[in-house]
């Protein structure tokens, strides 16, 4: 790994976990606040652990960098679902489907079948739609207007 990218993932593993810790000091006053510090750990162990070498299984560090950036995909769902959702509860649902990705990713580290590793991925594609579809609907209705500025830009049509 270069100096440059060394740097890059230490930057941004920095920034999630500041980010992480200013939604954990607003945890009380919104779902967003309890679910979204979640997503930006699992984040940072993500760029961490994507990093050349550094998360093996015979290590504690590197197991436990893996196992927390393998549900990175439903925790996006349920940080999105926080915040484009008024009515948000969280259930115990989402945590299953989040231990369930957790698990089909290890099974594929472990195992290597290509059916598993098509799984894993398949539903990681599944969750990032979900988020994004979460992200889509009630956008015309939506009136809190930081809300509104996360959601799709769209495009403005002049009449020719």
């Given amino acids: 790994m270069s100096m440059l990218e060394a740097a890059l993932r230490g930057g941004t593993v920095a920034i999630l976990l500041l980010v992480a810790i200013l939604f954990l000091r607003d945890m009380g006053r919104s779902p967003a606040g309890r679910n979204c510090p979640l997503f930006l750990l699992s984040?940072?162990?993500?760029?961490?652990?994507?990093?050349?070498?550094?998360?093996?299984?015979?290590?504690?560090?590197?197991?436990?960098?893996?196992?927390?950036?393998?549900?990175?995909?439903?925790?996006f769902w349920m940080s999105a679902a926080a915040i484009f959702?008024?009515?948000?509860?969280?259930?115990?649902?989402?945590?299953?489907?989040?231990?369930?990705?957790?698990?089909?990713?290890?099974?594929s580290i472990l195992d290597g079948q290509p059916l598993v590793d098509f799984a894993y991925y398949g539903l990681s594609l599944l969750f990032v739609g979900l988020a994004a579809r979460q992200a889509l609907i009630g956008r015309e209705t939506d009136l809190v207007e930081a809300r509104r500025r996360l959601r799709v830009i769209?495009?403005?049509?002049?009449?020719?």
């Fill in 43 to 75: 984040a940072a162990g993500y760029v961490a652990c994507s990093a050349p070498g550094l998360a093996r299984l015979d290590t504690p560090l590197g197991l436990l960098l893996l196992v927390v950036s393998l549900g990175l995909p439903a925790l």
């Fill in 154 to 160: 769209q495009a403005h049509h002049t009449p020719r």
């Fill in 85 to 107: 959702d008024d009515e948000f509860t969280p259930s115990w649902r989402r945590v299953f489907a989040w231990i369930g990705l957790v698990v089909l990713g290890l099974w």
